[in-house]
């Protein structure tokens, strides 16, 4: 088994900060995801990574930035946090396409 | 483009009556479907997902037939117990690393 482990928890930002959400899998997995989650609205691709070294846009991509460190970790930045934004921001990783996708627990954002 | 359609919102359902949530896919490609659990404060995990033959994949009750036909990969239970309540996402994946989830259907059961 393994674990994934997302930070922070929570997160608090002011309007036009960037703010970065780190995330991390002991898995050993080569595909790594970041989602936004929003009631209603499903869960929604920012970004993923299909192996160390690449980087490809979801569909939600625009105001966003990541960065694969290296094969365990995934990083999204916020460029530009936009006024009373609010979402839940999840990680997941899998060992390649048509597999089963695990998830963190998330990092809930609140824009002041 | 791709996109997958779940049952609107809330369904509310008393315990041990029947459930199906609806899901629905459009896709150029025969995709692989999944349905993703996810209780309160805990995050999504996988309930089931389709095989390539025609078995059909079952998990705590749960169970789903992939339709082609149709374009559908409906969940059912036969008997909803009050620790089934949870968002429910479907979802598929085209083989190309890329997933397309559903709005989710919350699903609620009464005693």
């Known amino acids: 088994g393994g674990i994934i482990t997302q930070t922070p928890k929570f997160l608090i930002g002011q309007e036009g900060q960037k703010l970065t959400l780190k995330c991390q899998q002991n898995?050993?997995?080569?595909?790594m995801y970041w989602y936004r989650q929003d009631s209603g609205k499903g869960l929604r691709l920012i970004y993923y990574?299909?192996?160390?070294?690449?980087?490809q846009k979801g569909d939600l991509s625009e105001g966003y930035d990541a960065s694969r460190e290296k094969k365990s970790s995934f990083s999204l930045t916020v460029t530009s946090a936009q006024k009373n934004e609010m979402a839940v921001f999840l990680c997941?990783?899998?060992?390649?396409?048509?597999?089963?996708?695990?998830f963190g627990p998330g990092t809930r954002l609140l824009v002041l | 483009g791709d996109s997958v359609t779940q049952t609107e919102g809330l369904v509310t359902l008393t315990e041990g009556l029947p459930v199906m949530l609806n899901c629905t896919y459009q896709?150029?490609?025969?995709?692989?479907l999944f349905w993703y659990v996810q209780h309160l404060n805990e995050a999504p995990k996988l309930l089931l997902k389709?095989?390539?033959?025609?078995k059909r994949p079952e998990h705590q009750g749960f169970h789903a037939t992939l339709h082609k036909s149709s374009s559908s990969f409906h969940l059912q239970k036969s008997s909803a117990q009050l620790s089934d309540s949870a968002l429910y996402y479907c979802?598929?994946?085209?083989?190309?690393?890329?997933?397309?989830f559903g709005a989710g259907t919350r699903l609620k059961v009464i005693a």
């Open positions: 990574s299909i192996t160390e070294n690449d980087l």
């Open positions: 389709s095989f390539t033959d025609n």
């Open positions: 896709s150029t490609y025969s995709p692989f």
């Open positions: 898995f050993n997995h080569d595909t």
């Open positions: 997941a990783s899998s060992s390649g396409p048509q597999d089963t996708q695990y």
């Open positions: 979802a598929f994946n085209t083989g190309n690393y890329k997933y397309v």
